[in-house]
């Protein structure tokens, strides 16, 4: 990739990540400028040490969840990498990685895969395929892979690195832990909970043992683990690990960093569909407040409290406060995500209910519509999502006497026998 070209993405990055902050000009000679982070200057010249010194910089504020000086420093370190290193120089590559990562965070996928991709070759050409530089970043772009759906491409990278770091380092090293919570959740996100479930329950019980149960591993698989029960109806199971992880959450993290909105936001779920909306209102508000004041507006953990919070007004009857945070989530997902990214298409699926619990039925079959059509192409007719936009609108169009109600009925019918027909097949191998 030219030069050109990198620099192009640096300040996309940067205007993404940093809308507001500006970067201070370093001077050309070797003592030029000075940044500030936790209380020690760092000097900042053309030269390895301050390639190293802008990443320690920004690692530290990623820690903190401040995102914005974290773009400023590894950014204004991958200047200086790019030019006074070079684009294949280990520490260069490293802060691509950081970069990469960070991207994620804030929701910036596209930005995020672009940054990991040439990592991933950077660093595969230079270590081996099999390095743990590498592998790292392998497991960073695939996560990503799946955040937006790519999940083909995706799971190989996952099992790839799961074998190597079992091997490396056992079942019970962290980075071991981690691999298999990120394919857990690529199979989750599939709809391919038999696979998910073994994975996340050895994910939880080892992240226990090993650094016991208030520790982010633990609170995060224990939270995966709760969504995937949710997701299977399993409520019971799925509450009583909601409501002790978010107990965890916020003692070891306080309530207004990221993970203990998530879980917050996870629990409220759980409350929705068990049909307690009022439980849940609060929790969505505090979820949906937090990550917009702590992540911004578009962040996609503040568009999903926002779309759940949407849902339980509309369980509740109240649509004129229901329609505008849902339509304001559904615009920011189209335009931050993509049409066809899996959180775009629950929303368009909700955006439909809405309009059907009010008898709007023509603007809900639209929604309804768009949101079958999206999760056939994308997630195929078998996934769980798929079918429950299929069951949305033929139910819909029963209760208004429309005949056509039999097409998306009998979508359903074929997804169902090619599920049962697959299991058959995964049993008799056994």
């Known amino acids: 990739m030219g030069r050109k070209c990198w620099k192009t993405m640096m300040l996309a990055a940067l205007l993404a990540a940093t809308p507001n902050v500006a970067l201070a000009q370093a001077k050309p000679s070797a003592g030029a400028a000075a940044d500030q982070q936790g209380g020690r200057m760092v000097t900042i010249g053309d030269n390895r040490e301050s390639v190293q010194a802008l990443r320690s910089v920004g690692s530290q504020a990623y820690g903190e969840g401040d995102f914005d000086r974290a773009a400023q420093a590894y950014i ?32 910036e996928y596209e930005t995020a895969i672009e940054f990991l ?23 960073n772009l695939a996560t990503v892979y799946g955040l937006v759906g790519r999940h083909a491409e995706a799971e190989p990278l996952l099992r790839r690195v799961v074998e190597i770091r079992t091997e490396r380092f056992g079942d019970d090293h962290p980075t071991t832990i981690l ?39 633990t609170i995060v698989s224990a939270d995966n683990l709760a969504i995937l029960y949710s997701r299977q109806e399993r409520y019971a199971e799925a509450e009583t690990i909601s409501l002790r992880v978010v107990d965890a959450a916020r003692e070891v993290f306080g309530p207004d960093h990221e993970t203990t909105l998530t879980t917050i936001n996870n629990l409220a779920a759980i409350y929705g569909a068990t049909g307690r909306a009022a439980a849940a209102e609060p929790l969505y508000r505090e979820a949906a407040e937090g990550s917009e004041r702590l992540l911004g507006p578009d962040h996609p953990g503040t568009l999903v409290a926002l779309d759940n919070l949407a849902s339980s007004l509309t369980s509740q009857g109240r649509y004129a406060e229901a329609e505008p945070i849902r339509l304001r989530a559904l615009e920011s997902y189209e335009r931050t995500l993509g049409a066809d990214h899996f959180d775009t298409l629950l929303a368009l699926n909700n955006t439909g209910a809405m309009y059907d619990w009010q008898g709007r039925h023509e603007e809900a079959e ?14 195929g007719e078998g996934h769980p999502n798929t079918l429950t936009v299929a069951v949305s609108l033929a139910r819909m169009r029963l209760d208004n006497g429309r005949p056509d109600a039999i097409e998306p009925a009998r979508m359903m019918v074929r997804a169902l026998r090619a599920r049962r027909g697959a299991m058959g097949e995964s049993g008799a191998g056994q």
Do not use: C, K
Request: no cysteine; proline share 2%.
């Open 117 to 139: 991709e040439i990592a991933r070759q950077g660093r595969e050409t230079l270590f081996g395929a099999d390095d743990e530089r590498t592998l790292t970043t392998t497991a």
């Open 76 to 107: 204004r370190a991958l200047d200086i990498g790019e030019r006074v290193l070079g684009r294949d120089d280990p520490d260069t590559l490293a802060v691509l990685n950081d970069l990469g990562t960070l991207m994620s965070r804030r929701g």
């Open 179 to 217: 691999s298999l919570n990120n394919l857990a959740f690529n199979y989750s996100r599939q709809g391919n909970y038999a696979e998910a479930e073994p994975l996340y329950l050895r994910v939880m019980e080892a992240s226990e043992r090993t650094v016991g149960w208030n520790h982010r591993n």
């Open 366 to 379: 639209r929604y309804f519509l768009r949101a079958l059509d999206g999760n056939r192409r994308v997630l």
